[in-house]
């Protein structure tokens, strides 16, 4: 026996035997409820929809007779709602609750001997899975040594070399004690070297090294700069704060100061290491406490 349904714009007419019934999801007739369809409880309005029809059974589902959709929970029924208000389709649905047929279990023919076949191949192979399960935890265990072996070499902090990168630091900040200085501070490959360079008085040309456009001093006219090298990879060269003490009436720069410092320092967060981040934090400190005036750039 069939139950058809015809689905209309907002309503659902049910033809069950001589009986006409009409249902459709609470506030269907608000016309702001097409628009608001995901904020609705499609699977109750689904639970409502098989009460009326008289679907208690899970072997029971509706189902298109045109299209052969299955219509099984809210999500279906949502879906047909929403096709019901499209212009383009046809305003109605036809319907029929489907009685879906469950196959016997065949009987089991295989025999006692079939059955410890089995039993064998099962233990072997849970065997097998459990010695491979052991191989990978043992050479995960390794992996995972490893791993925390070069970390450990990654992260171990050379106290003899931030002494010594400090105690050049310190030769600099004897050269800016009472000095008006300009510090230059930045990440590690903005150019500060390079910049320096040409402040002081440097002569600088546009090369090609290792296949990448640098800007390089090719005649240096400042003794201090010597210790100031550039280069045109994102790697720092700059080890330790350095002084560079400029005479501004030689160069033809005529102020109120006869003498400005300019000094380099390495990028934060170096790409050397964490000694010479440390020792660049104590450098600087002690540039800004022991010098006359402090001008960063």
Not at 59 to 78: S, V
Not at 134 to 153: H, I
Request: charged share 35%.
């Amino acid at each position: 026996m069939y139950k058809y349904l015809i689905i209309k714009k907002r309503c659902l007419v049910i033809k069950k035997e001589s009986k006409k019934m009409t249902w459709c999801p609470k506030n269907s007739n608000d016309a702001n409820f097409r628009f608001e369809l995901d904020k609705e409880d499609w699977n109750k309005h689904f639970e409502d929809l098989k009460q009326l029809v008289g679907i208690s059974d899970d072997n029971e589902y509706l189902k298109d007779t045109e299209q052969k959709k299955r219509i099984r929970n809210g999500n279906h029924l949502k879906a047909i709602w929403s096709d019901r208000y499209d212009e383009h389709k046809t305003c109605w649905l036809k319907l029929k609750v489907v009685y879906s047929k469950t196959k016997p279990k065949a009987k089991s023919t295989s025999t006692n001997a079939q059955k410890r076949e089995k039993y064998k191949k099962q233990s072997r192979s849970d065997k097998g899975s459990v010695q491979k399960k052991k191989m990978q935890e043992f050479y995960n265990d390794d992996d995972k040594k490893e791993d925390e072996r070069k970390f450990d070499e990654k992260i171990g902090f050379d106290i003899s070399l931030m002494l010594k990168l400090v105690a050049k630091a310190e030769e600099a900040a004897e050269q800016i004690r009472d000095k008006n200085v300009i510090l230059f501070l930045g990440g590690t490959g903005v150019g500060k070297s390079s910049l320096i360079h040409f402040l002081a008085g440097s002569t600088m040309e546009q090369q090609i090294v290792n296949g990448l456009p640098h800007i390089a001093p090719i005649e240096i006219k400042n003794e201090a700069l010597i210790n100031v090298t550039t280069s045109p990879n994102v790697k720092s060269e700059t080890k330790y704060i350095t002084a560079v003490p400029i005479d501004l009436k030689e160069m033809g720069i005529y102020t109120d100061q006869d003498m400005v410092v300019l000094c380099d320092s390495p990028g934060f967060e170096d790409t050397s290491g964490l000694e010479v981040d440390v020792a660049n934090g104590i450098s600087v400190i002690r540039a800004l406490h022991n010098s006359k005036s402090v001008k960063i750039v």
